[in-house]
């Protein structure tokens, strides 16, 4: 394979995850150019990363004369497409842009007919309460020339890009990063609740530097922080881009957030991370731990795999890998409200002193 295309047209974190596939790939076919095409405003996390060649983002919806004109840029430029998105317009443009493909399909759609039809390997996905984390799943698509071969996929974050000299002349040594936004209700730890925590651990000695964009909703997150501590205890990080958010995690001490982006990329930049999980099954969506294969449990209100400590709720209903208990995107959940602040202050604090002595914290470089 000379050309390489990865259709990733879902979220930012989506994008994230598809790492590992686009770095298996390099490694199988190390002189062959990889392109990723997805969706406009998902890119910037596949800055600097040296296994891609182009990124190619395109509008959420693109029109017919969109359309058109990406088939004729796409038109077999590629000699292999991995789908990485099971939905019938990523299907399509594997089918535009490489005469071989293969493909994630969902369990049960009916749509499934003809994308099989595309496909010269399928591989079948297990959905959000499958026992197959995504990446493996991904790196399924590899098979017909992996073979059995064992590896240790990595997840890729942006390079870094210095943060801000305001913000690193505020850092000090062992900070902690928290990421109280969540892009859907239905993943929503409390807010009151995060105010909590951040007031818990700035009183243990512990910074906390609160992160989210430049969106209304994410703004209004970290706003909602505001007197849980005093200066400097409490600092907003404000509006950073991927690069700089990047370097920013990797000089923290922990990071703590719920089933977002930003966890997996904290993750990927091989620091603690504490994610607070609430309908989503961990066994398909856990942030990926630096070096090793993912093994987590379905349900425990506390587990550990690697540099990432998961929380969730003691109910039995917990992961229902639905939207929330109405199954939409807007609904509530009853059990992200059940994780109370003192036991994920308590597990905060013990992941601190255990890498007390692993982990430098040290403040990131300035720009």
């Not at 509008?59 to 359309?67: D, V």
């Not at 996929?153 to 942006?158: D, I, L, S, T, W």
């Not at 200066?231 to 922990?254: E, H, I, M, S």
Request: hydrophobic share 45%.
């Amino acid at each position: 394979m000379r050309t390489i295309l990865v259709v990733v047209t879902r979220q930012i974190g989506d994008v994230l995850l598809a790492t590992p596939l686009i770095r298996e790939a390099k490694t199988l076919w190390p002189e062959a150019q990889v392109d990723v095409i997805g969706f406009q405003g998902t890119m910037g996390m596949l800055e600097g990363n040296a296994d891609v060649r182009e990124r190619i983002a395109t509008p959420a919806r693109q029109g017919l004369a969109g359309t058109w004109s990406l088939a004729r840029r796409l038109w077999r430029r590629y000699d292999l497409a991995l789908v990485a998105d099971p939905g019938d317009r990523a299907h399509l443009l594997a089918w535009i842009a490489a005469g071989t493909r293969c493909g994630v399909l969902p369990r049960e759609s009916s749509s499934n007919w003809w994308k099989r039809r595309l496909l010269s390997h399928a591989v079948t996905s297990g959905g959000d309460l499958g026992e197959v984390h995504v990446v493996s799943e991904r790196l399924a698509l590899l098979a017909p020339w992996r073979g059995g071969d064992a590896v240790q996929p990595q997840v890729v974050g942006p390079a870094d890009s210095p943060v801000p000299h305001a913000l690193a002349a505020q850092l000090k040594p062992r900070y902690v990063v928290m990421h109280t936004p969540s892009m859907w209700p239905y993943k929503q730890w409390p807010l009151a609740q995060f105010r909590d925590l951040a007031s818990r651990l700035a009183a243990a000695g512990h910074q906390v530097v609160l992160t989210g964009s430049a969106g209304e909703h994410d703004r209004a997150c970290v706003d909602a922080m505001a007197g849980a501590a005093v200066a400097p205890w409490l600092v907003d990080a404000g509006v950073l881009d991927f690069r700089q958010l990047a370097c920013l995690l990797r000089g923290a001490a922990l990071y703590i957030g719920p089933d977002t982006s930003v966890s997996h990329m904290a993750a990927a930049c091989g620091i603690p991370v504490l994610g607070i999980f609430g309908p989503t099954n961990p066994q398909r969506w856990a942030p990926w731990p630096g070096g090793q294969v993912v093994a987590f449990r379905r349900r425990a209100e506390v587990q550990t795999v690697g540099n990432v400590t998961l929380m969730q709720a003691d109910l039995p209903c917990v992961p229902c890998g639905k939207a929330g208990c109405e199954d939409h995107r807007q609904s509530p959940t009853e059990c992200l409200p059940r994780i109370a602040p003192e036991r994920v202050a308590a597990v905060a604090l013990r992941l601190l002193g255990r890498h007390e002595s692993g982990s430098t914290g040290s403040p990131p470089a300035r720009g």
